[in-house]
């Protein structure tokens, strides 16, 4: 496995707080939180960001979109904001895919 905290928190050997959990998905409250509800839809595959993504990896990225829109139901959430930050210059800081899930406040556009 990579020395990679989002793999770790995936396998459960550092502790997050779990929305949801299935065979390919992990989803967690993000440890700082940008908005009411702020989550991270994570794969438990370890992909560096999303374009390291490669055709087959399509029905995975289809899934954590779903998964997103499942949470957000789950958490009361009709509106939301589903952003990846790709690559160092749009804000990744964790090499490791996810979307933010993020609501419970209105949303500026563009974002920063
Ligand atoms: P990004 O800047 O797009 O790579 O997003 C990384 C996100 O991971 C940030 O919003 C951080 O607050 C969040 N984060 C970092 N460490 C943890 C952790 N241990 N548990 C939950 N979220 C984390
Ligand atoms: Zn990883």
Redesign the pocket.
Known sequence: MPDC?FCK?AARE?P?TLVFEDEQVVA?????P?APT?V?VVPKKHLDRLSSSEDEDSPLLGHLQRVAVYVAGQLSLKDFRLVV?NGRGA????DHL?Y?LMGGRPMQWPPG
């Open positions: 905290l928190i550092i997050a967690f409250k993000d440890i700082n940008k702020h991270l930050n804000g990744q800081t964790v996810h933010h």
